[in-house]
């Protein structure tokens, strides 16, 4: 590995994505993303009892998946990286549990899924691990339950919310010369702006996204002309507008080649979710099916994978302290060398 400037480091061997797999419930297979996502149930409770063992069976079913597409066993993957947004990640414990692999739990609330892929690229460039996977999920029911109001109350969402996507992603790397490949990765820092509104997630995320692309970009001598995408996960349509104006005082302007995984898994016009979606299982989701598959087929060939997150508890939200944001980014290339 090679460090570039501040805050990036460049994959001399970069890692093959050599299996991944997406899953996601009713709400999702109703918007423009259904038609990538490998599987796709009308059922939110997966067969389960409770929510949280609904995101759990997500997780299993989604990891299995990737393995069956990979034509590979669990006995064949040296260290799984996993997270949620549960308390103490307990949709990744449960739900990964049976595959008997060595696990490291990660938390970066919606940037989880960029924080398991950069630990499994470092842990496959490194040759400490000849596979490594990142697994990330959401659960809408899971997660309204535990930061906002249980749905039996019926609480009134704002024009800003979003949307927590019922869905997880799993991504396998290994050694190989098949595309996409891990480029390099640049570990955000994090970032507060002073927001303190639950329901605008979006401005607490962005500066945060701004500031990671932005030294991305210095650390690379590259800008958005460079890439076919840049994609984050998830500013949704409040906080891609502020992302625009905080690269704009850059220079840079991303209009044209920016995505949000928020804005692309659901269609705002014909599905009630507001400002758009959001959640790990957004930006893990949307990779591990539209994005992967794009790359596979050779439609995009350059792309800069942002996940950001919202880094507060609902301790935090009860003490009224702000919302930090972070955002991990990840270039993936079709092109090896």
Known sequence: MQRLGK??????HPPS?????????KKESEGPMAQYIDILSKDP????????????????????????KAKLSPGNIDCLFAGDLLNQC????????????????????????AESL????????????DHAMAVTSSHFCSAEKQYRFPLEYGGQRTPTSQW?????????????DVPPFVKAMTIGTIKDKGIKDVNNMGAAMAPAAALTIGQYFEDTVTNEDNFDLIVTGDLAHVGSQLLYELMEQDRYDLRGKHADCGMLIYDRETQDVCAGGSGCGCAATVLCSYILNSMKSGKLNEVLFVATGALMSPTSLQQKQNIPGIAHLIHLSTRKE
């Open 17 to 25: 994505v050599i299996g991944f797999a997406s899953i996601a419930s």
């Open 45 to 68: 409770m997966f067969g389960q009892q409770t929510w949280e063992k609904a995101e759990s069976q997500m997780q299993r079913d989604v990891a299995l998946k990737a393995l069956e």
């Open 164 to 176: 927590t996507v019922t869905g997880a992603g799993a991504a396998i790397l290994g050694h190989g």
């Open 118 to 129: 950069i630990s499994a690229a470092v842990f496959v460039e490194s040759k400490a691990a």
């Open 90 to 113: 307990i949709g990744s414990h449960y739900g990964l549990l049976e595959l008997g692999i060595p696990f490291m739990g990660l938390y970066s609330a919606c940037a989880t899924m």
């Open 7 to 12: 805050n990036t480091i460049k994959f001399n």
